[in-house]
């Protein structure tokens, strides 16, 4: 038997389907801008750390917090919503985090751990804002100590 045999009228509802789902901007990740840059640790790059952009003015409908991870060069690119396409134009401040599993000692559970035990995670204690304008935004190195 055919699929059309079984579901007469399963092309036009997948049609009315995605045409309702599309009709919801308020999943529509923002417009973007390309932004990249790296982390340093000690002057050497930096693997495995997670770079947040929060953002300092109204981000839209979905609370959006830009993030990328570095590679084994130290090197990332944001992401909002998609992989790879960037953040918003604006001002932001920066964190950064190097995520491991591990016992957490206060509860004795195994959780997500800061390898940087939070020193950089509060983005109100860091000095790191960033401007992101139209174009490409190919940002200096955030290095850690």
């Given at each position: 038997?055919?699929?059309?045999?079984?579901?007469?009228?399963?092309?036009?509802?997948?049609?009315v389907i995605v045409a309702s789902g599309c009709s919801n901007s308020e999943l529509i990740p923002?417009?973007?801008?390309?932004?990249?840059?790296?982390?340093?640790?000690?002057?050497?790059?930096?693997?495995?750390?997670?770079?947040?952009?929060?953002?300092?003015?109204?981000?839209?409908?979905?609370?959006?917090?830009?993030?990328?991870?570095?590679?084994?060069?130290?090197?990332?690119?944001?992401?909002?919503?998609?992989?790879?396409?960037?953040?918003?134009?604006?001002?932001?401040?920066?964190?950064?985090?190097?995520?491991?599993?591990?016992?957490?000692?206060?509860?004795?559970l195994e959780s997500e751990l800061d390898r940087l035990k939070g020193v950089y995670s509060d983005?109100?204690?860091?000095?790191?804002?960033?401007?992101?304008?139209?174009?490409?935004?190919?940002?200096?190195?955030?290095?850690?100590?």
């Amino acid at each position: 038997m055919t699929f059309r045999r079984l579901f007469p009228f399963g092309p036009a509802m997948m049609a009315v389907i995605v045409a309702s789902g599309c009709s919801n901007s308020e999943l529509i990740p923002p417009k973007t801008v390309p932004v990249s840059g790296s982390v340093t640790y000690k002057g050497k790059p930096a693997a495995g750390v997670r770079v947040k952009f929060h953002p300092q003015f109204n981000i839209g409908k979905l609370d959006f917090v830009p993030y990328g991870e570095t590679g084994a060069d130290g090197k990332y690119v944001l992401s909002t919503g998609k992989p790879g396409n960037g953040a918003p134009k604006g001002e932001y401040l920066v964190t950064l985090e190097m995520p491991y599993i591990g016992v957490d000692p206060q509860d004795g559970l195994e959780s997500e751990l800061d390898r940087l035990k939070g020193v950089y995670s509060d983005p109100y204690k860091n000095n790191w804002t960033v401007i992101l304008n139209d174009g490409e935004n190919v940002l200096d190195p955030f290095q850690i100590q």
